[in-house]
């Protein structure tokens, strides 16, 4: 019997997990793990607070949401297409010029648009002020002025700021169309506009709503833009029900509503692509040939091109610019280089962790060669849609308890309080920057390794090279270029980021981000001018590469 057993064990193969395969499970588990947690607070709340919440605030909550996010994402899908579609299509004075500009809103992120808006629209900005010197009006009662802290200022200063997400996939979507079959549309006798309705639009629609999936999930991301305004949100009420309510069951269930928004937009815009597919007939296949505008119609394409430029960046970078400039005593008050040198901290060690851990993920699911561990790819890219105060509501929690928890066993091992060594520092805050650009990272990993031909690893190992070393000797001399750009674009949305900023930093510890909202949030702009050009300037360099990435892909 018991040889029959040993046969029997000996027969079955149970492979057991290398190095690779766990440590990308743990990668991934980390990953995931503020998502459950937000998931298993909202299921067990402390006390039970829904009920209340569905009838006071939630519907406010829910319909601003809506409201705001359907109303960007329109306005973002007809900016970008109709701009991404006259670029390509079409040549008009500045149109060389303007396809590298209307990326530049980029840089700008929707908080920053939201301060220089309402200093500029303000009864005291200086477009009330000419009107009144104008007309000879001398209080607010002579006039109506449009309410500019309101969910139209909201919708615009985002719609300003996140278009060009639009207009970089649908710019790539309509620039791969076959020109010959614009060019037999022609010859039946289509126009230019019938083309774009019957040909350009409906080729391009996967790119379109892909980016409008994107432009969607950032609006229910932003709090600095729609506090400023005074529009209360869903993400606004995470912040108002955990920290002012101290309900953080509450709070969860609100974070899980959001998720619930974010699943939907993604399922939406997946089944989109799934849908609509379409294959050029030929490598040999030339682009679309490009009108020539002129005149009047000229003049009219670089004015509808220029107006989100001008929106979206030459407005804010003026008005914060000529804020920053005429006070110079802004770039030396206390705590500015503080809180760039916490920027360039936490920024560049997310930056550093991400890419690592990304690296690790994909090198380790490739080499394990198992479809366990391959399956984990898409799903560790949650984190990008996940808003960043519903990470932060995830991670904190969790964090504390364990960060107690250590601190007590210690003090009761050695009798020293080593104090909080998670939630006191910045391991929280560059663990929440991982997680919610973990996407960009693993992207630019796999993509890089996917394109390093698999006989240069093969002789590596062939030769006595571990797995470890051929990726240090083989993979990261071949992939350093994307590995370089991985690490700019997570250290940059990481200076950007608000949020998560704003609820897992330390005490007394300030970023560039979080100094211009409090700043900005007392009426202070003047002073929150240096810190807002600092970050407006550092996000410009994400911007020149991507237009240099577009420029090499031509």
């Not at 240090?472 to 590995?483: E, K, Q, T």
């Amino acid at each position: 019997m018991v040889d029959r057993n040993t046969q029997l064990l000996r027969r079955i193969h149970l492979p057991m997990p290398d190095g690779w395969s766990l440590g990308a499970l743990a990668i991934a588990a980390l990953v995931l793990m503020p998502i459950i947690s937000v998931i298993w607070i909202a299921a067990h709340p402390s006390e039970p607070i829904w009920a209340h919440l569905a009838a006071t605030t939630l519907p406010r909550y829910l319909a601003n949401t809506l409201t705001i996010m359907a109303s960007v994402g329109f306005l973002s899908a007809i900016i970008g297409t109709c701009t991404a579609w006259l670029i390509v299509c079409c040549r008009f004075p500045g149109s060389r010029w303007l396809e590298w500009l209307l990326l530049f809103p980029l840089a700008v992120p929707g908080y920053l648009g939201a301060y220089a808006l309402v200093d500029f629209l303000e009864f005291a900005g200086p477009v009330q002020t000419g009107l009144r010197e104008v007309f000879g009006w001398e209080s607010a009662a002579d006039y109506r002025f449009p309410e500019i802290r309101s969910r139209y200022g909201a919708i615009f200063v985002l719609t300003a700021s996140l278009y060009p997400y639009v207009y970089l996939l649908a710019r790539a979507g309509f620039r791969e169309q076959s020109g010959r079959a614009h060019e037999v549309a022609r010859a039946l006798g289509a126009g230019f506009r019938r083309r774009f309705l019957r040909i350009g639009l409906p080729l391009a629609r996967p790119a379109i709503m892909a980016g409008t999936a994107i432009v969607m999930m950032e609006t229910v991301n932003d709090f600095g833009a729609v506090d400023y305004f005074g529009v209360q949100t869903l993400t606004t009420g995470v912040f108002t029900v955990w920290l002012e309510a101290g309900n953080a069951g509450g709070a969860a269930q609100i974070a899980c509503a959001i998720l619930g928004m974010i699943l939907f937009l993604v399922v939406l815009e997946r089944a989109s692509r799934r849908r609509m597919k379409f294959h050029r007939m030929s490598r040999t296949d030339h682009r679309i040939e490009r009108v020539a505008l002129t005149g009047a119609v000229g003049l009219m394409a670089s004015m509808a091109c220029a107006l989100p430029f001008l929106a979206g960046f030459v407005l804010p970078v003026a008005v914060l610019g000529n804020h920053a400039l005429s006070s110079p005593e802004g770039w030396l008050a206390p705590g500015l280089g503080a809180a760039l040198a916490n920027t360039f901290m936490v920024g560049g060690a997310a930056a550093v962790v991400t890419v690592i851990a990304s690296l690790f993920l994909v090198y380790g699911t490739r080499l394990s060669g198992r479809q366990g561990p391959g399956m984990l790819l898409p799903i560790t890219t949650i984190g990008y849609a996940a808003p960043g105060a519903v990470l932060a509501l995830g991670l904190l929690i969790p964090l504390a308890a364990f960060d107690n928890a250590l601190a007590d066993g210690i003090l009761a091992l050695t009798g020293w309080d080593p104090g909080l060594l998670l939630t006191g520092g910045v391991v929280a805050l560059v663990y929440a920057y991982s997680i919610r650009f973990f996407a960009i990272g693993q992207g630019a990993a796999d993509a890089a390794v996917a394109r390093v031909a698999p006989s240069l690893p093969m002789a590596a190992r062939t030769l006595g090279q571990s797995a470890g070393g051929t990726l240090l000797r083989v993979y990261l001399p071949l992939i350093r270029g994307s590995v370089a750009t991985a690490l700019l674009l997570v250290f940059v949305d990481s200076v950007k980021e608000l949020p998560a900023t704003l609820m897992l930093r330390p005490f007394n510890f300030d970023t560039l981000a979080t100094r211009a909202y409090e700043q900005a949030s007392l009426e202070k702009v003047v002073q929150a001018a240096p810190s807002a050009i600092l970050v407006i300037l550092v996000s410009l360099t994400a911007v020149a590469l991507l237009a240099r990435q577009m420029t090499s892909s031509r």
